[in-house]
Every structure is written in C-alpha cells, then in structure tokens.
C-alpha cells in the first residue's frame, strides 16, 4: 500500500486526486492539507511514502518547502504537482530534489503512475517534457536563457514577474535586499537584458508570471 500526502491549497483538487486514488488500488491517502504550515504538522504525525505538493502552496512556495522538507523529512519522496509552466519548473523541482513532476494539466492516468514510480524511488517527467527536454531549437530562445538559471534565480524572477518588489522579494525567500539585487542584476546578465521591464517581459516568455 503506497500511502500520500496531498498537499495543495485547491479543495477541489485534493478531493479529485483522493477520488482517483481511491478508485484505483494500492494506495492509501494519509492525509491532504492547504499549506505548508499544514503539511509540516502533519508530517510531524505521519510518514507518507508519497507527497504530491502544490508548486504554488500557501506560505511559502513550492521549491522552498521542497527544499525543508529534504532536511527535515528526508525519507519522504516528492512529486511536484503544478499548474505552472512544465518547461519550467520541472527541471528546477528535480534540481531542488523533487522526484518527479506531474502538470495539472496532464491525463489523469498519470497521477496513478506518477506515484507509483515516484514511491519505488524512480524519477517521473512526462514523455512529452521528455521529448522537449530532449531539443533546443533556435525558436525556443527563452528557453535555452533558462536553463542557463539556477532554482534560486527562478525563484526570484517569478517573484519579481509577480509584481513583487525587492523587499518583498527577500522577504519571501528569507534572503536580504542587497542579495536580491545581487541576483537581479545575474539574472539580467543571463538572459541578456539590461533593464527591469526587459527582464519582466523575459519572464513572461518563460511563462514565470
């Protein structure tokens, strides 16, 4: 019996994922929560095999709490669940240590097989990022920009394309100012632009907003 962790904000999307795994066998889900406050209390009490978690849960953002819960939960295996862009945040979400990453825009079947290779210790992407993953054709420009990137200059760069200013940015990620603009002007020299609405308008090529 693999046993799951659901942890999204969506109540919608929590019942529908119990739903499909209740309908198919060998899975038991211990429990689903709406943020990571949540979800570390809950761990705090249970051991799932399997957490599917939200990219964009409350209270701090995806790739953060991925990276807690490596240190504070190592034995849980992570499957990244977003509606987020897959080009993406897949890649960032492994490199974070996520153990696969599943698009809520993917076929339903795939959660029942996401899980099942996530919970054997085996790394999922969908056969289609597969294949994207495998070209990098001159009209996929930003693309190539990003993967130039590390999870933590994505992080900020979502940050900023959300709207947020410096502050708010080293708030959110527990960082300083000075270090924000420090990766705001990396970020700058990376995907080759010299101003801020340039590297917004970047940013909406990579769908980070």
């Known amino acids: 019996m693999i046993k799951v962790l659901i942890a999204d904000s969506h109540p919608v999307v929590r019942l529908g994922v119990k739903q499909v795994l ?24 249970v051991s799932p095999d399997v957490v599917m978690l939200e990219m964009d849960i ?20 992570v499957l ?32 029942v097989s996401a899980i099942k ?11 289609e990022l597969a294949q994207r993953l495998a070209f990098d054709e001159g009209s996929q420009k930003p693309r190539r920009f990003f993967r130039k ?4 200059e994505i992080e900020v760069l979502k940050l900023l394309a959300s709207g947020k200013r410096n502050k708010e940015v080293a708030e959110g990620l527990n960082l300083n ?11 700058m020299r990376k995907l080759n632009v010299d101003n801020l ?13």
């Open 22 to 45: 209740e309908a198919a066998s060998g899975f038991d889900v211990v429990a689903d929560v709406s943020s990571t406050s949540e979800l570390f209390e809950t761990l705090e009490k």
């Open 58 to 77: 409350p209270d701090i953002n995806g790739i953060a709490t991925l990276r807690k819960m490596k240190q504070e939960f190592p034995e849980a295996k």
């Open 80 to 111: 990244m669940f977003s509606g987020q862009s897959e080009d993406v945040y897949a890649l960032s979400s492994i490199r974070a240590g996520a153990f696969g990453y599943l698009s809520k825009a993917a076929d339903i079947e795939y959660i």
């Open 117 to 127: 290779k996530v919970a054997e210790g085996n790394m999922f992407i969908t056969n």
């Open 149 to 152: 990137l590390s999870t933590r």
């Open 177 to 187: 100012e000075k270090t924000v603009s420090t990766y705001k002007a990396r970020l």
């Open 197 to 209: 609405v340039d590297l917004l308008q970047q940013a909406k090529a990579l769908e980070l907003y």
